[in-house]
């Protein structure tokens, strides 16, 4: 089959601390030298046989040694298209976390915690959580309510 596309799931969650802070973390600049928009948020590509939360908890704790806390709410899906011949979906969440942040420096080389406002003037953010934070129908739901 000539036009084979690979099809791949990630997991996001834009985790929110104790104190009502938003965590978004920096990519390396090493690792990934030719992506713009270096700040996002935690998550990666699922590993095909475990579960969704399987996988986000997993993405968490090795990224940033964080626990989830309670249940992660959906908020969005979304298409990433990258070339002809693979297709990601991204499934990102909302959710609390608890502990401290202890990075995964081959990932991530810098971490910050952000209240609302601050979050959304940081530049230089992944487009695809850009494009989110762009959408008015999902800001109430990030913004107004508690996690």
Do not use: C
Request: charged share 30%.
């Amino acid at each position: 089959m000539d036009n084979a596309i690979i099809l791949q799931v990630g997991v996001k969650v834009l985790l929110q601390n104790e104190k009502g802070k938003y965590l978004l973390l920096h990519r390396s600049s090493s690792k990934y030298p030719d992506i713009e928009g270096k700040w996002d948020i935690v998550g990666g590509r699922i590993d095909p046989g475990k579960t969704l939360m399987e996988n986000l908890k997993r993405e968490m704790q090795e990224e940033t040694g964080l626990e989830l806390v309670g249940e992660p709410i959906l908020i969005a899906a979304q298409d990433i298209l990258r070339g002809s011949g693979r297709h990601v979906v991204r499934l990102t969440y909302t959710g609390k976390s608890r502990g401290e942040v202890v990075l995964d420096m081959e990932e991530n080389d810098e971490y910050k915690w952000l209240d609302w406002n601050e979050l959304m003037q940081l530049e230089d953010i992944d487009r695809y959580f850009k494009e989110l934070l762009g959408k008015a129908s999902l800001l109430g739901r990030l913004r107004g309510e508690p996690l």
